[in-house]
C-alpha cells in the first residue's frame, strides 16, 4: 500500500489543523494506521494510531484531549483533527500502516509498521 499525507501548514498556537493520509494500491480496510512526527534534532514519536475496524484507537499523552483520529475506509483515508495545537506540536507528521492486527502496546512503535508516507509539515507560531 502506498500512503500520502497531506494537510499540513502553518498555524498560530491555539488554532486546528486537519492532516490526512490517503492510501492507495491496497485493501485499506485491512490495515492499522498511525501518525507519527519528528521535530528537528529529535527521534519520530508516536502520536495517535488507528485499529483497522476504527474500534479501538490509541493516543500519546501529548495528544490526548487535543487530537482525534479517525478514518473512511471508504475514501481510503485516515485523518488527525489537531485542536488546541502548540509550538511544541511543531514538526513533519508521517502517517504510517501495517497489514492486520497487532497488539495494541505495539502500535506506538516505528517498528510496527511496515509502510510509510511522506510526511507532511505542521508548523505552529506563538
Known amino acids: 500500500v502506498q500512503l500520502q499525507a497531506s494537510g499540513g501548514g502553518l498555524v498560530q498556537a491555539g488554532g486546528s489543523l486537519r492532516v490526512s493520509c490517503a492510501a492507495s494500491?491496497?485493501?485499506?480496510?485491512?490495515?492499522?494506521v498511525g501518525w507519527f512526527r519528528q521535530a528537528p534534532g529529535k527521534e519520530r514519536e508516536f502520536v495517535a494510531a488507528?485499529?483497522?475496524?476504527?474500534?479501538?484507537?490509541y493516543y500519546a499523552d501529548s495528544a490526548k484531549g487535543r487530537f482525534t483520529i479517525s478514518r473512511d475506509n471508504a475514501k481510503n483515508a485516515v485523518y488527525l483533527q489537531m485542536n488546541s495545537l502548540k509550538p511544541e506540536d511543531t514538526a513533519v507528521y508521517y502517517c504510517?500502516?501495517?497489514?492486520?492486527?497487532?497488539?495494541?502496546?505495539?502500535?506506538?512503535?516505528?517498528?510496527?509498521?511496515?509502510?510509510w508516507g511522506q510526511g507532511t509539515q505542521v508548523t505552529v507560531s506563538s
Open positions: 504510517a500502516a501495517f497489514r492486520g492486527y497487532k497488539p495494541g502496546i505495539t502500535y506506538v512503535s516505528t517498528g510496527t509498521y511496515d509502510y
Open positions: 494500491g491496497g485493501t485499506f480496510s485491512m490495515y492499522g
Open positions: 488507528i485499529r483497522r475496524d476504527a474500534d479501538i484507537t
